[in-house]
Each structure stands twice: as structure tokens, then as C-alpha cells.
């Protein structure tokens, strides 16, 4: 089992900047990717950014150039860099690692963004 626990979240202004945090522990599988997700309320779940086994890094259109995500294998976290934040961007984000063999989902339990004046 995997366990992956979201921090980081918050309250900021538009223009502002935010730091997410995901912690993975656990049984940690061989991982075949993992990556940040957000669902705004009345909305489907949409991918933000991810990370590849092979290196990729998909964003979403509405995030390039603002939003980066990265990892640090050695301490098995993952984080996303948000700046310029929009009041579009208000969402619950969510932590998400897929397994390579077994292709197995896991997901964190999210946290709130909110870009509001």
C-alpha cells in the first residue's frame, strides 16, 4: 500500500505563488508516473502536470509556463511550484502515483487552493 499525503495549500492572491507538497510512503511501488491533478467544484478532475518513468512532463495548456512540478526520488516527494496563481486555478488539487506493473492508482487526499482577493 501506498500512502500519499498533500500540504501546502491555501489561501492567495491572484498573481500570488503557492508551493504543493506530496509525501508518498508506504510499500512505494515501481512507479510508472506520478503527477497533480484538481477538481473545482461542479468540475471533472482534470490532469495539472505529471511526471513520466521516462522523464516526460505533460502540463495542462492553462498551467504552461506558470506551474512546475518536480521530484526528489531520494525522499519520495513530489512537488508542484505555482505562480501567477488565477482565480481559475481554485480547485482541490490531488496527489496521484501510478504503479508500472500493476497500473494500480493511488491518490492523496487533496488540498484546497483558493486564489480570491
Known amino acids: 500500500q501506498v500512502q500519499l499525503v498533500e500540504s501546502g495549500g491555501g489561501l492567495v492572491q491572484p498573481g500570488g505563488s503557492l508551493r504543493l507538497s506530496c509525501a508518498a510512503s508506504?510499500?512505494?511501488?515501481?512507479?510508472?508516473?506520478m503527477g497533480w491533478y484538481r477538481q473545482a467544484p461542479g468540475k471533472q478532475r482534470e490532469l495539472v502536470a505529471g511526471v513520466t518513468r521516462d522523464g516526460r512532463t505533460p502540463y495542462a495548456d492553462s498551467v504552461k509556463g506558470r506551474f512546475t512540478i518536480s521530484r526528489d526520488n531520494a525522499k519520495n516527494m513530489m512537488y508542484l511550484q505555482m505562480t501567477n496563481l488565477k482565480p481559475e486555478d481554485t480547485a482541490v488539487y490531488y496527489c496521484?502515483?501510478?504503479?508500472?506493473?500493476?497500473?494500480?492508482?493511488?491518490w492523496g487526499q487533496g488540498t484546497q487552493v483558493t486564489v480570491s482577493s
Open positions: 508506504g510499500s512505494i511501488c515501481s512507479i510508472n508516473s
Open positions: 496521484n502515483l501510478n504503479c508500472y506493473w500493476t497500473g494500480r492508482d493511488y
